[in-house]
């Protein structure tokens, strides 16, 4: 059974560009949610997506977006990159159920990205 | 979800019994409290949590205070391989993927 997975795993990008990083979430979980990790720092939420739309957001601007497939994959697209936001992206899935509420999260290895 | 309050690092010996507490004295009735870890350049891992009994699983124990107000995540033979930053997160059952990490207890072990 193939945990999370996100691709690609490192990504260089120049400041202003646009980045789409993916994921697939562990089988069986429909409900994926994005983090940023800065060097030094814990993870920060950025969204989380469930029946394809934005359920949750922390606090991020809306150059962040993202999506979710029918297949319960997902995408995080960054617009106008920063050098601020090199970092750390880490996926995280997990199962919904509407009597117990979500369970644990399962955490991908991360793309590490870079913005120069 | 209620904040918590970490050693920033703790030393173990190898093989011996590792102690990570938080402090969470905001905690609600309908918080649970969860410990993850993160191998450096890993993703995080979940490896317990508990409301307010005592839980235990192949990787840790979970000691609530009966007050809820700290708890103890215990290592019962640390490796070396436990050498990692250590998160307690409080949150809601329902709060989604919505984990507020904080610093953390960053444990090394020592051979």
């Known amino acids: 059974d193939a945990g999370v997975t996100q691709s690609p795993t490192h990504l260089i990008k120049t400041r202003g560009q646009q980045v789409t990083l993916r994921c697939s979430p562990k089988s069986g979980h429909d409900t994926v949610s994005w983090y940023q990790q800065a060097l030094g720092q814990g993870p920060q939420f950025i969204f989380q997506?469930?029946?394809?739309?934005?359920?949750q957001r922390g606090n991020f601007p809306d150059r962040f977006s993202g999506h979710q497939f029918p297949n319960y994959s997902s995408e995080l697209n960054v617009n106008a990159l920063l050098l601020g936001d090199s970092a750390l992206y880490l996926c995280?899935?997990?199962?919904?159920?509407?009597?117990?509420?979500?369970?644990?999260?399962?955490f991908g290895q991360g793309t590490r990205l870079t913005v120069v | 979800d209620a904040k918590t309050t970490q050693p920033t690092s703790m030393d173990c010996a190898e093989g011996r019994a590792a102690n990570l507490p938080c402090n969470h004295s905001?905690?609600?009735?309908?918080?649970?409290v969860y410990w993850y870890r993160q191998i450096h350049s890993q993703g995080p891992q979940y490896i317990i949590h508990g409301l307010k009994n005592n839980e235990t699983n192949e990787m840790a124990s979970l000691i609530i205070t009966e007050d809820r107000k700290s708890s103890t995540l215990i290592l019962p033979h640390a490796t070396l391989r436990d050498t990692a930053v250590y998160y307690c997160?409080?949150?809601?059952?329902?709060?989604?993927?919505?984990?507020?990490f904080g610093g953390g207890t960053r444990l090394m072990v020592k051979p």
């Open positions: 997506y469930y029946e394809e739309e934005e359920r």
């Open positions: 997160i409080v949150r809601h059952n329902n709060a989604g993927n919505m984990l507020t």
């Open positions: 905001t905690i609600s009735g309908n918080e649970y």
């Open positions: 995280a899935s997990s199962l919904s159920t509407r009597i117990l509420g979500n369970t644990e999260a399962f």
